[in-house]
Each structure stands twice: as C-alpha cells, then as structure tokens.
C-alpha cells in the first residue's frame, strides 16, 4: 500500500440561473481560499451573494433552494455533527467556532449511534443547543447537518426525533454536504494528488456506516454522484463505490468482506488502485482514528490509499457559510454588479465606463470585459465580496 497525502487546489463550481441561457458545463476554477490565482488575486475564503449583470443585460444568480427568514425573525443555526471522539471534535469545534463568529447565534450539538431521541444519551446536547439558540434570541432554528448526505443513519434517527425536544420557533432542516459542490471538490482534489496518469488507473470511493440495505444503496448514490463529479475532470480507467457497514448491523461481517473483495480485485489489475475516504470517521486520537485503522486493513494491498477523511478541510468551513447564507436576507450591501460588456481598446473600454457611471450610485460595481473569460469573472467578483 501507497500512502498519498493530497493537498487541494478547489474548483468553484459556480451555479447559476439564467432566463435565457443554460447553465455552463464547466465551472470556473479557482484555488483553495488563501493560495494565489495565476494572475495574482488571492482566493477568497467566504462565500459571496452577488449578482452578475451581462452586457446582454441577462441576470445570473447564486442559486439557493431555501427561503430566507421572514422580517421580525431571528435565525439561529444549529450544526448537527457526529461524535467522532476527542481529535475528531476538537477539529469539529474549530470549524463551528470560526463559523460561530460571523453567525451568531449558532450552537453545536454532538450525536451518536446511541441518539434515541428524549431522554437517551445524546439528547443532553442537543437540549444545551438549543437552549442556547433560544437564550440567543433565535426564533427561526436552521439545523445544518455536518453529514455525508441525509442516508446516514445517526442523522435520520435526529430527524426523526428532534421536533418532540418542543423549543418555540419554527424548525427547518438544511441540505446536507452531499449536495454542495464545494464538498466534491475535496474529493476532486484528493483524486487529482493522488493520480499520476488516470486513464491507466482505478478510483475506489470508500465510505462507512450502511445498517441495511435500503441505506446501503443510499449511500452508494451518493457516492455514485461523486464519481460523476470526478469524471468530469479526471477519466479513471474504472471507478467504483465500496460501502462498508456499521459494526454493529445485522450481517455487517458478510457484509464487510463483500467491500474487502471488491477492494482486493482491484489491487490486483493492471496498474495503480487510488482508494479515496468519502466519510467523516471516527478519530479519538491520531492511532485511534478510522483513516488509521483502514490504512491497516489495507497495508497488504498494492493500493495508494488516501488517508484523510473529509475534515479538515477548508471548502466545509465555506459550505457552512454558504449553507447559512441561503436561509438569511440579502442586505443591499452584499448585492454586487459585475458588467461583463465585450470590451476593446481603453477609449472603447472608457465609453462603457461612461455610460453606466449613474449605477455606481446604486450598486456596488465591477468591470469584467472580454468573453465571458472565467479568470476575469472571478477576480471580479473577488473584488466585490472583499
């Protein structure tokens, strides 16, 4: 086995509507929040609400699913996050603390297998946060969950159960990390590290915590989309899902030795196997972790394994920022332009300039001339959420 250790260089996946033209194919690209782009402009590490006005006067969005809060509201965020031991919830704990700074009021509240609702082992945290939201002044609660995707089952049973804990306000759930673009870019960027030549290789994406198998295929759509995700930008030879189940599930040992095989088939083709973690696994301390203790089950195997789980990682402090940003009111100073007109010489340039100098008045405002070049877009918008 190969251990790899990736660093990531993220791809914005920027998503937009439009009335009148369709969504690009391919996202503009971008590096982690902190590096430098090749012209210079350094990333951005919150995530921004602008609009973005075409020559053609079209009007593009970020788009977002969820309704913000009514006027007279108070959202509070509550981060609904597994309990992963101790190093897994220090590192926990520092996403929501930075999170915290800019959302208050928000809480974090722990869960486990064990959750059961009112009255069993986990319901103490949750009873605290939201406590904490209501002390707060929050009246409309955003439950965000640091989840894979809604198929796990520790979410499903907080669901489930969260509405009898009876707090006043109104109760919305947030989508989960599957959902987001910038979580996929983890992955992209684990793969990308750890590829030397794609088209004569194989992906694994591995993920844990199946109890059945209504949850089973579940959980490997998810890592399906995944999968399709990176084969926009890298063409695997051959790319599969392995899912493993939780220990304690009816026929976990078949179960799991299932997922072993398909592993161990793998490593034994022609050419490199990567094995990639799609999950955010238990972690009490550097030796007790599940990147650990997987990259011991697979020391036998000739695979160049990935040890990292999805945290940490920067883009899950930005898809917490994102994520919240949908359920809040836009604000008239977090509304940018960017004129995007076809641009020519400086006399030319200078003439459009002009002509829309009585916006400046209204709107914050950017240039970004040229043919919809992606590199000129977003140092744009970069200026503008600055």
Not at 10 to 29: A, F, G, H, N
Not at 263 to 285: C, M, Q, S, W, Y
Not at 342 to 356: C, F, K
Request: with cysteine; hydrophobic share 40%; charged share 25%.
């Amino acid at each position: 086995m190969n251990m790899v250790n990736a660093s990531a260089s993220s791809y914005i996946d920027i998503e937009m509507q439009s009335q009148q033209l369709p969504k690009p194919q391919e996202p503009t690209v971008s590096p982690r929040p902190g590096e430098k782009t090749t012209s210079g402009w350094p990333a951005v590490d919150r995530p921004g609400r602008c609009f973005a006005v075409l020559a053609a006067l079209l009007l593009f969005t970020f788009a977002s699913r969820s309704e913000p809060a009514t006027a007279g509201s108070t959202v509070g965020f509550l981060i609904v996050a597994p309990d992963r031991g101790f190093l897994g919830n220090q590192e926990i704990r520092a996403v929501f603390d930075d999170f915290a700074q800019r959302y208050a009021p928000a809480a974090l509240a722990f869960v486990g297998r064990d959750d059961n609702g009112m009255g069993s082992e986990y319901s103490d945290y949750l009873s605290r946060a939201l406590a904490d939201l209501e002390h707060g002044g929050a009246t409309d609660i955003v439950a965000i969950p640091l989840f894979v995707s809604s198929s796990d089952p520790v979410l499903q049973k907080v669901v489930t159960h969260l509405p009898a804990y009876g707090r006043t306000g109104t109760l919305r759930w947030a989508e989960p990390m599957v959902e987001s673009h910038l979580i996929r870019q983890i992955l992209l960027d684990r793969a990308m590290a750890a590829s030397r030549d794609p088209e004569q290789e194989r992906l694994l994406l591995v993920r844990f915590g199946a109890t059945d198998e209504t949850g089973e295929n579940a959980m490997r759509r998810d890592l399906e989309r995944y999968l399709a995700y990176i084969a926009r930008y890298l063409s695997f030879r051959e790319t599969r899902a392995v899912l493993y189940y939780d220990r304690s599930a009816p026929d976990a040992e078949k179960k799991n030795k299932a997922a072993d095989q398909v592993i161990v088939e793998a490593a034994a083709k022609k050419g490199r196997t990567l094995v990639i973690l799609a999950t955010i696994g238990p972690k009490f301390d550097q030796t007790m972790a599940l990147t650990r203790w997987f990259g011991d089950k697979l020391r036998d195997w000739d695979v160049a394994y990935v040890a990292e789980d999805l945290l940490p990682h920067p883009n899950v402090l930005l898809w917490l920022q994102k994520t919240a940003n949908a359920f809040l009111p836009v604000s008239p100073a977090e509304i940018g332009v960017v004129i995007m007109p076809h641009g020519a010489t400086q006399p030319w340039n200078d003439a459009v300039e002009r002509a829309i100098a009585p916006l400046h008045s209204r709107y914050r405002i950017e240039m970004a001339y040229r043919m919809g070049d992606p590199t000129v877009i977003q140092q744009a918008v970069q200026r503008l959420e600055r």
